[in-house]
């Protein structure tokens, strides 16, 4: 506990997230700059600020990640400056796959609830490790098919059908015994 010299009392801020310190305001301030120049459409229309929120697959947050720190990666070999606006880029793209994934992640956690799965279940492989095959999982709630490129991923615990760009829906989960 905390006390003021006002006599207010307030508990400590021991093991709290300390967002004044972890961020800049001027990093924030230029990447909103950022942001903000690169809400204008090629058609004049604007964008939402948080239109990025409502969803962009990893994959593609990914290849636009790698080619941005390939940019910045030259620009400092050569001329030993950091470009703030390929820097900005490179923290939109990361702070997307950090979103999608903690979304998916938030998703999962909902499955297994509501399913009952537990961590030490496990599932057959669906598919085999070259060319994903395309779903035919009749039970799939996908709206893909195979006319979309759809194909399975798997990991121990579940089954997901995969639009080609790149949306995931649970379609299997390991059986607990």
């Known amino acids: 506990m905390r006390e003021f010299e006002t006599g207010a009392k307030r508990d400590t801020d021991n093991g709290k997230l300390d967002y004044e310190g972890f961020y800049s305001p001027l990093v924030m301030e230029r990447f909103a700059e950022y942001m903000h120049k690169h809400r204008q459409c090629a058609d004049g229309s604007l964008r939402d600020s948080d239109n990025w929120q409502k969803g962009i697959p990893i994959s593609v947050y990914f290849k636009s990640f790698i080619r941005h720190t390939m ?58 490790r070259g060319t994903p095959e395309l779903c035919t999982e009749s039970k799939c709630p996908n709206r893909w098919r195979k006319a979309e490129g759809c194909h399975l991923e798997s990991n121990p615990l579940r089954v997901y059908c995969v639009s080609a760009r790149g949306e995931r829906v649970l379609t299997q989960t390991a059986q607990t015994d």
Not at 88 to 101: D, H, K, P, R, S
Not at 112 to 123: I, N, Q, S, V
């Open 71 to 128: 940019e910045l990666w030259k620009a400092w070999r050569v001329q030993k400056q950091v470009d703030l606006e390929i820097a900005c880029a490179i923290l939109f793209n990361v702070q997307g796959m950090i979103l999608e994934t903690l979304k998916s992640n938030a998703q999962e956690s909902k499955v297994e609830k509501r399913e009952g799965l537990h961590e030490d279940t496990a599932l057959q492989d669906n598919h085999d």
